[in-house]
């Protein structure tokens, strides 16, 4: 994601220099799941071992940390993240409970009526593949959907493009390109 990679936590430079060129994609969510068509239901979730999560109150940010990093984020300082959860307006993360970890997690800010940009959408690599990160984002998608916001956006590496399509994500609608002013590159032209 874009944003994620070059403001909030930066990519790891041997991701960065692959990608760069190719970082500014910008999506909006063209359709509406709901709760009824979840590719995975919760029950089934809590079958194999996962609980969804809604607030960050059992959430311990050491570990979440850890999957961040696991996946090629850098660590975050976690009295930044916390600040970051504090300000983010839904957020999902799901359990696995026989460790009380957090395997996958996304959350989204916005402002609440119009839009939302969804971030740091991350699953431990271990549970990679079972369909955590998809059930994380239909259920953040229709999260903000009831809030009544139409205009959801996201910014996806290009390996991570295949993972979004399915889930209603278009990149460049109608040609909108995203933009994004970055410290870092304000830093490189000094
Ligand atoms: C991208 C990520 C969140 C996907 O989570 P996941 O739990 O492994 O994905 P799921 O098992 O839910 O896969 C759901 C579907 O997306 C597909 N998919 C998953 N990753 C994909 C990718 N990189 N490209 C294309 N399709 C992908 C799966 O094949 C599956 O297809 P299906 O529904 O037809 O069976 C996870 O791999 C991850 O954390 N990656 C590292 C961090 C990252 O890149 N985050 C995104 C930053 S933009």
Redesign the pocket.
């Known amino acids: 994601?874009l944003l994620?990679g070059i403001i909030s936590s930066p990519l790891p430079s041997s991701l960065r220099l692959k990608t760069h060129k190719n970082l500014t994609v910008s999506a909006q969510i063209k359709t509406q799941p709901t709760s009824n068509n979840y590719?995975i239901s919760d029950q089934a979730l809590e079958s194999r071992g996962f609980i969804l999560r809604r607030t960050i109150d059992e959430l311990n940010l050491d570990h979440l940390n850890s999957v961040f990093v696991a996946?090629?984020f850098p660590k975050r300082d976690p009295q930044k993240i916390r600040v970051a959860l504090e300000n983010t307006d839904s957020l999902l993360w799901v359990e696995y409970t026989k460790t009380s970890k957090p395997v996958?997690f996304a959350r989204a800010t916005g402002d609440g009526v119009f839009n939302a940009i969804i971030w740091d959408?991350?699953?431990d690599p271990s549970?990679?593949?079972?369909?955590?990160?998809?059930?994380v984002m239909e259920r953040l998608i229709h999260q903000l959907l009831l809030k009544g916001i139409c205009n959801i956006a996201?910014?996806?590496?290009p390996?991570?493009?295949?993972?979004y399509r399915?889930l209603g994500f278009v990149a460049d609608p109608d040609g909108i390109r995203g933009m994004v002013y970055s410290t870092r590159k304000q830093k490189q032209k000094k």
Not at 159 to 163: E, H, Q
């Open positions: 994601m994620r590719s996946v090629g996958a959408v991350v699953v549970f990679q593949g079972i369909g955590l990160g998809k059930a996201l910014y996806s590496e390996r991570v493009l295949g993972f399915p």
